[in-house]
């Protein structure tokens, strides 16, 4: 069920009502309700909600991933506003899974994203546990058109690989997606040899897949991460960034449904985050898994709210064209 954008969620501590310079999200955000028309503008980014922990429920996790967009929302409302000028950012509401009817919301959540993507727009999807992704692709899928060759980058401690015979969950998305789409290639950031059976491992080899483990990116430098990324993408028309918060430390975000004890830095998935959505190919990113329920002191949100304006501030289509 789509839920067009809430006014009210858009406060927070205002400096100044006149000096720009002072401004925040909340005081910039434009509203954007997907059931009317859309104007075109040349350079936006809009963020849509999917409140949904269904594919949670079904993989056996901590459900609360549904209370994440309202949250993230909340927390990037009040970040300050550093966006080039003719930047317009917008909340285009909320797709809700109702009823347990996981499927249905993941194909309104891809009209939802063609929507933002046809209208030039660059899309940022708060999830929802990672069965976000699923309808994220589906949009994208869309937007390109099938002949496309699409690079799905995902920054996650799991695979996501999981057989899904009984339907699909939190669990199975990529290899749904590498099941129906032959023009898809998956490179996982972040896995931890712990977070994963070796059945996982061998869904992973058998699909082709291409991973850096979790310890491989901590000692290595990071400019052997950009290169794999840049030679990824150099095999693809377009890229779309996934980011599982469980890819992160359990002491920076506690507030997911299964913690990662060695998860990456908060500051190495940032310069990740940078990276990837400052390539030209990189057209839309959804940040998935943050379960305000098990937050402490509201910090997996914060750093979810961070990560979303940082995909804002790096995303090469909103730079001033040279
Ligand atoms: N979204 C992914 N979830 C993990 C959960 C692992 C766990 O609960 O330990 C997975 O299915 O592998
Ligand atoms: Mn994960
Ligand atoms: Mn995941």
């Not at 309202?70 to 970040?79: E, I, Q």
């Not at 939802?112 to 692709?137: C, D, F, P, Q, W």
């Not at 690989?161 to 339907?167: E, N, Q, V, W």
Request: aromatic share 8%; glycine share 8%; with cysteine.
């Amino acid at each position: 069920m789509y839920q067009p954008p809430d006014a009210g969620r858009w406060t927070g501590r205002i400096d100044s009502v006149s000096d720009e310079q002072a401004f925040r999200l909340h005081q910039r955000i434009r509203l954007l309700d997907l059931s009317q028309p859309l104007e075109t503008v040349e350079r936006a980014a809009a963020f849509i909600g999917f409140a949904c922990d269904e594919g949670v429920r079904r993989n056996q996790g901590r459900q609360g991933a549904k209370e994440a967009p309202a949250a993230v929302k909340a927390a990037l409302a009040r970040l300050p506003w550093h966006l080039p000028e003719g930047v317009v950012v917008y909340d285009a509401g909320d797709v809700v899974c109702v009823d347990e009817r996981l499927e249905q919301s993941q194909t309104e959540l891809g009209k939802a994203v063609a929507r933002l993507l046809k209208n030039g727009m660059a899309s940022i999807v708060i999830g929802g546990g990672h069965e976000t992704a699923y309808g994220h692709y589906l949009g994208v899928r869309e937007a390109l058109g099938p002949e496309a060759r699409l690079g799905i980058l995902n920054i996650d401690a799991h695979f996501d690989l999981r057989p899904y015979d009984d339907g699909p969950t939190s669990g199975t998305m990529f290899r749904q997606i590498l099941d129906q789409d032959e023009r898809v290639r998956y490179f996982c950031l972040g896995i931890q040899r712990l977070g994963n059976t070796a059945a996982l491992f061998a869904a992973a080899e058998t699909y082709g897949c291409r991973y850096m483990l979790e310890d491989e990116l901590t000692a290595g430098p990071i400019e052997a991460a950009y290169e794999q990324i840049e030679e990824f993408a150099a095999h693809h028309d377009a890229v779309m960034l996934t980011i599982c918060m469980d890819a992160i430390s359990a002491a920076a975000a506690p507030g997911v449904s299964a913690p990662s004890p060695f998860g990456l830095a908060p500051s190495l998935v940032r310069a990740l985050v940078r990276r990837i959505v400052s390539h030209p190919k990189t057209i839309s990113v959804d940040l998935c898994e943050v379960n305000p329920l098990w937050d402490e002191g509201g910090k997996t949100v914060a750093l979810a709210a961070a990560f979303c304006m940082e995909a804002l501030l790096h995303f090469r289509r909103l730079q001033p064209r040279r």
